[in-house]
């Protein structure tokens, strides 16, 4: 996910958290991991965008993962000096 995220936004930060663990039992619960996410991203891309913009951007950049891997993502997607 950082990769396909590194190489599409160029983000000057970037964390993503697994919280696969936390939803254990829950809806989308992989017991291998890696089903749930939170993801802070700081890009200049993100400037001038809207909130659904920047997401509809992220999801771009995950593309195949968003439908095969990942269940849950949370995203902070902000521009630099938000």
């Not at 993503?16 to 619960?29: F, K, M, T």
């Not at 991991?33 to 909130?51: C, N, Y």
């Not at 593309?63 to 938000?82: C, F, N, Q, W, Y």
């Amino acid at each position: 996910m950082l990769k396909r995220l590194n190489s599409a936004l160029a983000p000057s930060e970037i964390e993503l958290r697994d919280d696969s663990e936390a939803h254990r039992g829950h809806g989308g619960y992989n017991p291998a991991g890696e089903s749930h996410f939170t993801l802070m991203i700081e890009s200049p891309a993100f400037a001038d965008k809207s909130r659904v913009e920047r997401q509809r951007m992220v999801y771009a950049a995950l593309g195949d993962l968003m439908k095969e891997r990942v269940h849950a993502l949370s995203i902070k997607a902000t521009a630099p000096g938000e």
